[in-house]
Protein backbone atom coordinates (compact mmCIF):
# COMPACT_ATOMS: atom_id res chain seq x y z
CA UNK A 1 0.00 0.00 0.00
CA UNK A 2 1.13 3.76 -0.70
CA UNK A 3 0.84 6.38 0.79
CA UNK A 4 -0.03 9.82 -1.37
CA UNK A 5 0.71 12.65 1.21
CA UNK A 6 -0.54 16.29 0.95
CA UNK A 7 1.99 18.63 0.04
CA UNK A 8 2.23 19.76 3.39
CA UNK A 9 1.82 16.66 5.50
CA UNK A 10 3.25 16.30 9.68
CA UNK A 11 2.85 12.74 9.36
CA UNK A 12 6.27 13.35 6.74
CA UNK A 13 8.11 15.28 9.33
CA UNK A 14 10.68 12.30 10.49
CA UNK A 15 12.23 12.63 7.23
CA UNK A 16 11.68 8.80 6.57
CA UNK A 17 11.68 8.48 2.12
CA UNK A 18 8.90 8.77 0.22
CA UNK A 19 8.15 5.61 -1.09
CA UNK A 20 7.78 3.75 1.95
CA UNK A 21 4.84 1.39 3.34
CA UNK A 22 2.57 2.76 5.89
CA UNK A 23 3.59 -0.30 8.24
CA UNK A 24 7.99 0.43 7.06
CA UNK A 25 6.96 4.03 7.81
CA UNK A 26 5.12 3.52 11.03
CA UNK A 27 7.73 0.85 12.25
CA UNK A 28 10.22 3.25 11.79
CA UNK A 29 8.79 5.80 13.65
CA UNK A 30 8.03 3.57 16.61
CA UNK A 31 11.91 2.77 16.51
CA UNK A 32 13.02 6.62 16.68
CA UNK A 33 10.37 7.04 19.19
CA UNK A 34 12.34 4.04 21.62
CA UNK A 35 15.44 5.36 21.05
CA UNK A 36 14.43 9.11 22.08
CA UNK A 37 12.54 7.94 25.00
CA UNK A 38 15.16 5.88 26.10
CA UNK A 39 17.55 8.58 25.71
CA UNK A 40 15.56 10.84 27.40
CA UNK A 41 14.77 8.86 30.42
CA UNK A 42 18.34 8.06 30.76
CA UNK A 43 19.10 11.49 31.09
CA UNK A 44 17.00 11.54 33.99
CA UNK A 45 13.91 13.09 32.79
CA UNK A 46 10.80 12.84 34.77
CA UNK A 47 8.21 12.92 31.59
CA UNK A 48 10.35 11.40 29.22
CA UNK A 49 7.41 9.94 27.31
CA UNK A 50 5.27 13.03 26.82
CA UNK A 51 8.66 14.77 25.63
CA UNK A 52 10.01 12.48 23.28
CA UNK A 53 5.87 12.89 21.92
CA UNK A 54 6.75 16.79 21.73
CA UNK A 55 9.84 16.36 20.63
CA UNK A 56 9.23 14.09 17.88
CA UNK A 57 5.30 15.97 16.82
CA UNK A 58 7.80 19.46 16.67
CA UNK A 59 10.56 18.56 14.68
CA UNK A 60 10.87 19.63 11.06
CA UNK A 61 13.12 16.72 9.99
CA UNK A 62 15.39 13.82 11.38
CA UNK A 63 18.70 16.29 11.94
CA UNK A 64 16.32 18.54 14.03
CA UNK A 65 15.53 15.92 15.81
CA UNK A 66 18.91 14.65 16.83
CA UNK A 67 20.14 18.20 17.70
CA UNK A 68 17.08 18.83 19.90
CA UNK A 69 17.51 15.30 21.82
CA UNK A 70 20.79 15.76 22.47
CA UNK A 71 19.86 19.56 24.06
CA UNK A 72 17.63 17.97 25.97
CA UNK A 73 19.93 15.29 27.03
CA UNK A 74 22.36 18.33 28.63
CA UNK A 75 19.27 19.72 30.67
CA UNK A 76 17.95 22.24 28.25
CA UNK A 77 14.48 23.54 28.67
CA UNK A 78 11.52 21.74 26.34
CA UNK A 79 10.05 24.62 25.25
CA UNK A 80 13.60 26.60 24.55
CA UNK A 81 14.31 23.47 22.41
CA UNK A 82 11.14 23.65 20.64
CA UNK A 83 9.93 27.09 20.92
CA UNK A 84 6.58 27.09 22.58
CA UNK A 85 4.48 25.71 25.07
CA UNK A 86 0.73 24.92 26.26
CA UNK A 87 -0.68 27.29 28.77
CA UNK A 88 -4.27 27.21 29.22
CA UNK A 89 -5.08 25.47 25.83
CA UNK A 90 -3.38 28.41 23.86
CA UNK A 91 -0.01 27.71 22.07
CA UNK A 92 2.83 30.41 23.45
CA UNK A 93 6.36 31.26 21.91
CA UNK A 94 8.89 30.87 24.00
CA UNK A 95 12.44 32.26 23.42
CA UNK A 96 15.31 30.56 24.67
CA UNK A 97 16.94 32.71 27.99
CA UNK A 98 13.46 33.68 29.30
CA UNK A 99 11.24 31.55 31.84
CA UNK A 100 9.39 28.88 31.07
CA UNK A 101 5.57 29.39 32.15
CA UNK A 102 4.57 26.92 34.61
CA UNK A 103 1.62 24.91 34.42
CA UNK A 104 1.13 25.87 38.75
CA UNK A 105 0.51 29.01 37.35
CA UNK A 106 -2.59 28.30 35.27
CA UNK A 107 -4.28 28.43 38.53
CA UNK A 108 -3.49 32.54 39.17
CA UNK A 109 -4.09 33.08 35.55
CA UNK A 110 -7.78 31.70 35.86
CA UNK A 111 -8.77 32.93 38.99
CA UNK A 112 -7.44 36.46 37.63
CA UNK A 113 -9.79 35.79 34.77
CA UNK A 114 -12.76 34.88 36.85
CA UNK A 115 -12.23 38.44 38.97
CA UNK A 116 -11.44 40.29 35.35
CA UNK A 117 -14.34 42.52 35.09
CA UNK A 118 -15.90 42.72 31.11
CA UNK A 119 -13.97 45.53 29.92
CA UNK A 120 -11.58 45.94 32.44
CA UNK A 121 -8.51 46.57 33.01
CA UNK A 122 -5.68 44.17 34.40
CA UNK A 123 -1.71 44.82 34.76
CA UNK A 124 0.63 41.65 34.72
CA UNK A 125 3.68 42.81 36.27
CA UNK A 126 7.26 39.90 35.76
CA UNK A 127 5.55 38.47 33.14
CA UNK A 128 7.83 37.04 31.57
CA UNK A 129 6.65 35.49 28.04
CA UNK A 130 3.42 36.81 28.82
CA UNK A 131 1.64 33.98 29.45
CA UNK A 132 -1.06 35.59 32.46
CA UNK A 133 -1.25 38.88 29.90
CA UNK A 134 -2.17 36.58 27.16
CA UNK A 135 -4.61 34.51 28.55
CA UNK A 136 -6.95 37.71 30.06
CA UNK A 137 -6.77 39.16 26.72
CA UNK A 138 -8.37 36.05 25.06
CA UNK A 139 -10.50 35.67 28.31
CA UNK A 140 -12.09 38.98 27.39
CA UNK A 141 -10.76 40.38 24.50
CA UNK A 142 -12.53 44.00 25.27
CA UNK A 143 -10.50 44.18 28.40
CA UNK A 144 -7.66 46.18 28.47
CA UNK A 145 -4.17 44.25 29.81
CA UNK A 146 -0.53 45.74 29.98
CA UNK A 147 2.74 43.96 31.24
CA UNK A 148 5.90 45.04 32.14
CA UNK A 149 9.45 42.76 32.47
CA UNK A 150 12.88 43.83 33.46
CA UNK A 151 14.33 41.69 31.31
CA UNK A 152 14.74 42.61 27.57
CA UNK A 153 14.36 39.19 26.31
CA UNK A 154 11.22 38.82 28.25
CA UNK A 155 9.56 41.93 27.03
CA UNK A 156 10.40 40.99 23.10
CA UNK A 157 9.37 37.64 23.57
CA UNK A 158 5.86 38.65 25.09
CA UNK A 159 5.36 41.15 22.48
CA UNK A 160 5.63 37.99 20.22
CA UNK A 161 2.73 36.67 22.30
CA UNK A 162 0.78 39.76 21.47
CA UNK A 163 0.99 41.03 25.06
CA UNK A 164 1.18 45.14 25.71
CA UNK A 165 5.06 45.23 27.95
CA UNK A 166 6.88 47.50 28.68
CA UNK A 167 10.44 47.04 29.80
CA UNK A 168 10.26 48.44 33.75
CA UNK A 169 10.83 47.96 37.47
CA UNK A 170 7.29 46.38 38.90
CA UNK A 171 4.66 49.22 38.54
CA UNK A 172 6.77 51.67 36.98
CA UNK A 173 5.25 53.62 34.16
CA UNK A 174 1.69 52.02 34.54
CA UNK A 175 -0.22 54.97 36.10
CA UNK A 176 -1.99 54.85 39.21
CA UNK A 177 -5.79 53.97 40.68
CA UNK A 178 -7.29 52.92 37.46
CA UNK A 179 -6.79 48.78 37.40
CA UNK A 180 -9.15 46.22 38.29
CA UNK A 181 -6.93 43.34 39.00
CA UNK A 182 -3.29 43.03 39.09
CA UNK A 183 -1.40 39.87 38.59
CA UNK A 184 2.03 38.43 39.10
CA UNK A 185 4.85 35.71 39.34
CA UNK A 186 7.64 37.35 40.86
CA UNK A 187 10.50 35.92 41.72
CA UNK A 188 10.46 34.43 45.47
CA UNK A 189 13.02 31.63 45.63
CA UNK A 190 14.79 32.80 48.79
CA UNK A 191 18.49 33.22 47.83
CA UNK A 192 19.67 30.61 50.14
CA UNK A 193 17.27 27.79 48.42
CA UNK A 194 18.29 28.64 45.32
CA UNK A 195 20.80 25.43 45.57
CA UNK A 196 17.92 23.11 46.29
CA UNK A 197 16.35 23.87 42.85
CA UNK A 198 16.55 21.21 40.08
CA UNK A 199 19.87 21.62 38.81
CA UNK A 200 18.98 22.26 35.25
CA UNK A 201 16.33 25.04 36.19
CA UNK A 202 19.69 26.66 37.98
CA UNK A 203 21.58 26.31 35.13
CA UNK A 204 19.88 27.69 32.50
CA UNK A 205 16.90 29.94 33.91
CA UNK A 206 17.96 33.35 34.45
CA UNK A 207 18.55 34.10 37.76
CA UNK A 208 16.44 37.01 37.51
CA UNK A 209 13.52 35.20 37.46
CA UNK A 210 14.25 33.15 40.57
CA UNK A 211 15.91 35.16 43.11
CA UNK A 212 14.07 36.99 45.68
CA UNK A 213 16.34 37.90 47.82
CA UNK A 214 17.64 36.58 51.60
CA UNK A 215 13.87 35.81 52.65
CA UNK A 216 12.39 35.58 48.72
CA UNK A 217 10.16 38.39 49.79
CA UNK A 218 12.25 41.53 48.40
CA UNK A 219 10.66 41.80 45.05
CA UNK A 220 6.79 40.31 46.56
CA UNK A 221 7.04 43.37 49.32
CA UNK A 222 7.44 46.31 46.87
CA UNK A 223 4.93 44.10 44.34
CA UNK A 224 2.86 44.83 46.74
CA UNK A 225 3.47 48.54 47.63
CA UNK A 226 3.12 48.80 43.75
CA UNK A 227 -0.15 47.02 43.59
CA UNK A 228 -1.62 49.41 46.61
CA UNK A 229 -0.81 52.48 44.00
CA UNK A 230 -2.13 50.53 40.85
CA UNK A 231 -5.39 48.93 41.89
CA UNK A 232 -8.91 51.06 42.12
CA UNK A 233 -10.56 50.50 45.17
CA UNK A 234 -11.92 46.56 45.39
CA UNK A 235 -9.48 46.18 42.75
CA UNK A 236 -7.60 42.41 43.30
CA UNK A 237 -4.06 41.45 43.62
CA UNK A 238 -2.99 37.92 42.64
CA UNK A 239 0.81 36.30 42.84
CA UNK A 240 2.82 33.59 43.50
CA UNK A 241 4.37 32.99 46.93
CA UNK A 242 5.47 29.59 48.70
CA UNK A 243 7.39 28.00 51.20
CA UNK A 244 6.21 29.98 54.50
CA UNK A 245 5.46 34.00 52.90
CA UNK A 246 2.37 33.55 53.94
CA UNK A 247 2.32 35.63 57.32
CA UNK A 248 5.14 37.50 56.37
CA UNK A 249 3.31 38.73 53.27
CA UNK A 250 -0.35 38.89 54.83
CA UNK A 251 1.66 41.47 57.19
CA UNK A 252 3.13 43.05 54.50
CA UNK A 253 -0.67 43.33 52.46
CA UNK A 254 -2.55 44.97 55.98
CA UNK A 255 -0.30 47.64 55.90
CA UNK A 256 -0.26 48.52 52.24
CA UNK A 257 -4.62 49.04 52.59
CA UNK A 258 -5.18 44.77 51.59
CA UNK A 259 -8.26 42.83 53.19
CA UNK A 260 -7.26 39.85 54.96
CA UNK A 261 -5.65 37.40 52.00
CA UNK A 262 -6.97 34.32 50.55
CA UNK A 263 -4.19 31.55 49.78
CA UNK A 264 -4.11 28.55 47.00
CA UNK A 265 -2.22 25.16 47.49
CA UNK A 266 -0.81 23.17 44.58
CA UNK A 267 -1.57 19.42 44.25
CA UNK A 268 1.19 18.62 46.38
CA UNK A 269 -0.32 20.85 49.25
CA UNK A 270 2.09 23.63 49.22
CA UNK A 271 1.21 27.15 49.48
CA UNK A 272 1.14 28.25 45.76
CA UNK A 273 -0.41 31.65 45.83
CA UNK A 274 -2.29 34.52 47.05
CA UNK A 275 -5.40 36.58 46.51
CA UNK A 276 -5.92 39.48 48.43
CA UNK A 277 -8.38 42.81 47.58
CA UNK A 278 -7.27 46.46 48.09
CA UNK A 279 -9.53 48.68 49.99
CA UNK A 280 -13.18 48.19 49.20
CA UNK A 281 -15.19 51.41 48.28
CA UNK A 282 -16.88 53.02 51.70
CA UNK A 283 -19.87 51.85 50.42
CA UNK A 284 -19.24 48.30 50.20
CA UNK A 285 -17.50 48.04 53.09
CA UNK A 286 -19.12 45.74 55.19
CA UNK A 287 -20.30 47.45 58.56
CA UNK A 288 -19.40 46.23 61.47
C1 LIG B 1 9.30 33.69 37.79
S1 LIG B 1 9.36 34.63 36.28
C2 LIG B 1 7.62 34.63 35.90
C3 LIG B 1 7.30 35.02 34.48
C4 LIG B 1 5.81 34.88 34.11
N1 LIG B 1 4.96 35.67 34.97
C5 LIG B 1 5.38 33.43 34.15
O1 LIG B 1 4.68 33.01 35.07
O2 LIG B 1 5.80 32.69 33.25
C6 LIG B 1 9.68 36.25 36.90
C7 LIG B 1 9.85 37.32 35.86
O3 LIG B 1 10.02 38.56 36.55
C8 LIG B 1 10.97 39.37 35.88
N2 LIG B 1 11.45 40.34 36.86
C9 LIG B 1 12.35 40.15 37.86
N3 LIG B 1 12.47 41.26 38.60
C10 LIG B 1 11.61 42.18 38.06
C11 LIG B 1 11.29 43.53 38.39
N4 LIG B 1 11.86 44.15 39.43
N5 LIG B 1 10.39 44.19 37.62
C12 LIG B 1 9.81 43.55 36.54
N6 LIG B 1 10.09 42.27 36.19
C13 LIG B 1 10.98 41.59 36.95
C14 LIG B 1 11.96 38.38 35.33
O4 LIG B 1 12.67 38.93 34.24
C15 LIG B 1 11.06 37.20 34.94
O5 LIG B 1 10.65 37.30 33.60
Redesign the pocket.
Known amino acids: MRWHRPAIDRSNRDGLASGVTVEEQSAGREAVRSAVLERLTRAGCVAAEEEAGELMASAPDRGTLERWVSRREQGEPLAWITGQIDFLGRTLHVAAG ?5 YQ ?1 EELAARAGRLLPKGGRAA ?9 AAYLSSVDPGATVVA ?4 RR ?1 ATCARSNGVAVVV ?3 DCGLGSRSFDVVT ?5 VPTGAMRLLAPDVVRYE ?1 R ?3 DGGPDGLD ?1 LR ?1 LVTGASRLLRPGGWLLT ?1 IGGEQGTAIGTHLAASGFERPSFWHDDDGDLRGLVARWRPSERSRPTP
Not at 98 to 102: A, E, K
Not at 148 to 151: K, V
Open positions: VYVPRTDLCTGVGAVTDLDAADLAVAPYPLALIRE
